[in-house]
Structure formats: C-alpha cells, structure tokens
C-alpha cells in the first residue's frame, strides 16, 4: 500500500486506527478459516491457540479504542523513568480501558515474540528480528491488559503493520516486571506504565486535542466511535532557584542543568490502603542566566 507524505501525523489517527483493526480482523478470518477446516497451525499448541483466539477477539477493541499522539520528548521523558518505575497496576493507571498510541518516532528495537500467562504463546512466529515500536495498542479482555506492539512496513501482508511483540499481564493487579523473562520486554512494559502515570501529571505533561477532518468507513459499520485525538507532549521545566542553598553551602553555580526527576508512592483507594507511584517532575537548576548544560540523549531498553 503506497503512503502518502503526511500519513503518519495526529491528523491520521483515525486512519491508523481502522488499519490497526482491519489487519487483525483480517489475521482472525484468516485464522478462524484454518480451525474450521480443521487445519491446525503448524506448531501451535492448544494453549497457544485458545491464546490467540482470546487476541483476536480482544483486538475487536480496537476499533473503538481511544487515540494518542506522542512526542518525541514525552518518549524520551518516559523511557527514561521506565528504568526505575516500581509497579503499575494497569485498570489503575490506564488513560483508558481500549488505546492506539502512537509515537512521533519509533522507539528503539525490542526482541521479538511475548509473555504471558503462560508465556510464549501469543505470537509465534511474528517479526523474527528485533523490531522498532511505532505503535502501542492495548485492550481489555477477560481479566487481562492485552498489549500489542507494531512497527510501520508498507510491504507486509498486514497492510502497512505488522504486530511484533504481545504482552499480557493481568488486569487488575501490580504488575511484577520480573515475571517477564526477555529484558526487552520488562523494559517496554515499564515504559507503558511511566507513559501512562506521566501523561496524566499535569506537572509533566501537555495534552491537549485534536480533531482529524472526516473519519474512513469501517466495514460499513456505522457506531459512533472516539474520534479525538490526544496530543501528549512534556511540559515545559520549571526552573528551581538556587540562591537559598548557595547561600546555605558556598556553592556557586556557574551553568543551568537538568535534575532528574523521581518516583514516590502515594497512598489512595478504600483506606488510603493501596499504593500507586507517582512521578515527580524534573527540572532545571542554576542561575537563570547562565548557559545551559546539555547532554545528549540515546533512548535505550534497560529494566
């Protein structure tokens, strides 16, 4: 399928969606097809088919899943908050039950395959090299967080997609990254809990939305779907005065820098019992007019 120069933007959002679900509804015929004729996939064990059959039916979500557009800087903001994020519990943190995510710049290449409960039965034989993440969609479907990566490849059988990674954890409970055996993906889990906690701290992020013009036709199905699009972006820094600890310990700054942000756990539901963490943001230290220190950034999977 040939792209067009703007096709990969907030404004084809929609667009990405309704490809996202026509691919899988099409991999569920193709593979509905199969079992009816009685033709077991190759390799495939009835574990791993009732796994695929619970994400196929899942993926059905899609197709009303709310839509976000992330920046690069956000990416990079939640990336590197993922190395050190304690837990997450996703019915908690999600922005919502069904999402597209996309990422103005794909994140970096992560092993192929999946976990589960069991593991390893979600995606046989996808994506045989490690892949970039372009993509992002989750849904909910009996008591699990289904998470399903997609890189852009316009000469794929799945139209300009391709699913590489899936990951399920369950729905309502903390997530344990340990229990993920590839590095790769306890790496990108965490990356979806910091965007997910991040983009809904005011003091981190800037969302604001937007409205493609028009909306395609899904397999003639005329359901009132989302049809905003969520822009998220980091915020600004707020700048942190120095003058009350130079006093205090001698020090002179002579350069602007960034301190790192950090994480906390916050007290909430029945009790204030539960814990949930939350990000503190980063922000900018020194002498309002003194050059800026800058170091470059290299967004890398480490957990």
Not at 125 to 152: H, K
């Amino acid at each position: 399928m040939p792209r067009k120069k703007n096709d990969w933007s907030p404004y084809s959002m929609p667009a990405i969606r309704n490809l996202l679900w026509e691919s899988q509804m099409s991999e569920w015929d193709r593979f509905m097809d199969l079992l009816e004729a009685g033709k077991r996939p190759r390799g495939l064990s009835d574990v791993a088919i009732g796994a695929r059959l619970s994400l196929y039916q899942g993926a059905e979500s899609i197709r009303a899943a709310e839509m976000y557009w992330v920046r690069p800087a956000m990416a990079e903001a939640a990336m590197d908050a993922s190395t050190d994020i304690p837990f997450f519990n996703p019915a908690v943190e999600r922005p919502a039950p069904h999402g597209v995510m996309a990422f103005e710049r794909p994140l970096p290449p992560v092993e192929p395959g999946s976990d589960a409960q069991p593991a390893d039965h979600y995606a046989p034989g996808w994506a045989p090299t490690a892949q970039p993440v372009d993509l992002i969609t989750w849904w909910s479907f009996e008591g699990s967080q289904v998470f399903l990566m997609w890189r852009r490849d316009s000469k794929t059988s799945h139209g300009p997609f391709e699913p590489s990674t899936a990951l399920v954890v369950p729905e309502t409970k903390i997530v344990e990254f340990d229990q993920f055996a590839q590095p790769g993906h306890r790496a990108l889990l965490a990356m979806i809990g910091s965007a997910w906690v991040m983009m809904q701290t005011p003091t981190v992020a800037e969302r604001r939305a937007v409205t493609p013009s028009g909306r395609p036709t899904e397999r003639g199905r005329q359901d009132k779907l989302p049809t905003d699009v969520t822009l998220v972006d980091l915020r600004s820094l707020r700048h942190a005065s120095t003058q009350t600890s130079e006093t205090e310990t001698g020090r002179t700054y002579t350069h602007r820098f960034v301190v790192r942000g950090h994480w906390k756990q916050v007290a909430h539901g029945p009790g204030r019992a539960e814990r949930r963490p939350a990000w503190i943001a980063s922000y900018v230290k020194g002498p309002p007019d003194a050059p800026f220190r800058h170091t470059e950034k290299v967004m890398v999977w480490r957990r």
